[in-house]
């Protein structure tokens, strides 16, 4: 099953590399697939490459990437632990906007990635990926939040968590703070589609999962319903060899390691 998900990603991988969908093929220096474990539960998905991504063919390796492995490491998670990829696989031009006939014609290349992986969480990062899952959403309002994913991204049993994108958080400490708390939220959100996962109603469950608010900083508010769920290996289904539950324990137990995410990311160094 790894095995297979891995060659599927390479073969998408390959065929972003040789892209000539749209425009941004003419510009480019490298196209950037995306990458991370074929095994992972949550994808985060950003915007398009920058200056840097284009060079290397590697997402978020800049200063914006060096902001996400905080993110990731305030809840004691890594960049190998997930999968990192762009709505945008090649960089536009002098970092501008990606266009919509370009999102459109890349689209694909995402949908495919996601039907491989099948996550239980996509992390929206920007306004431009948030489009892609919560469409007609606005970023002030619905960062730190949950939501159903619209099938046709490729993600249908999957829940969508919006975030500001990191080099939003490089501009203002404001976002800075409220990306470091709503990242906190990330592995709440992951036990809460597991459950639904296991229920085998991710998208009925959803839809009730979208008025359940994730407030900034905190666990999903259920009225009358359970608090805080227990991070630990015991979250998952206790199957021995089985890779998915090999990946979930590895990042629970990681997780379970950040005693106070918050308060140790603040003392990491940004810049
Ligand atoms: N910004 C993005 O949205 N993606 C990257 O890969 C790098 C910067």
Not at 62 to 85: C, K
Not at 118 to 131: E, I, K, Q
Not at 184 to 210: D, K, Y
């Amino acid at each position: 099953m790894l095995d297979e998900r891995r060659a599927a990603l390479e073969e998408i991988a390959s065929e972003v590399r040789d892209c000539t969908r749209c425009r941004l093929a003419e510009t480019r220096t490298r196209a950037v697939p995306g990458e991370g474990d074929p095994d992972t539960e949550v994808v985060f998905v950003g915007e398009g490459p920058g200056f840097n991504e284009d060079r290397e063919g590697r997402p978020f390796i800049g200063r914006a990437g060096a902001f996400l492995g905080t993110l990731l490491g305030s809840v004691g998670w890594q960049r190998e632990d997930v999968f990192i990829t762009n709505v945008v696989k090649c960089r536009p031009p002098d970092n501008r906007d990606p266009l919509p006939d370009e999102i459109a014609a890349c689209a694909p290349h995402l949908e495919r990635q996601l039907a491989v992986l099948d996550p239980a969480v996509v992390v929206t990062l920007g306004r431009f990926s948030m489009n892609t899952f919560i469409p007609g959403a606005r970023i002030g309002q619905v960062h730190g939040t949950v939501h159903p994913v619209d099938p046709a991204t490729g993600a249908p049993n999957a829940l969508a968590f919006a975030m500001y994108h990191p080099a939003a958080a490089l501009r203002s400490t404001g976002v800075q703070r409220d990306s470091l708390e709503d990242m906190r939220s990330v592995p709440a959100v992951l036990l809460q589609a597991r459950a639904l996962r296991e229920e085998g109603s991710a998208q009925a469950g959803a839809g009730e999962s979208a008025a359940r608010v994730v407030a900034p900083g905190g666990a999903p508010t259920e009225p009358g319903g359970p608090a805080q769920p227990t991070m630990g290996p015991t979250a998952g289904p206790a199957q021995t060899g089985d890779p998915v539950t090999a990946t979930r324990d590895r990042v629970d137990q990681a997780h379970t390691l950040a005693a106070d995410p918050v308060d140790e990311a603040s003392q990491l160094t940004l810049f």
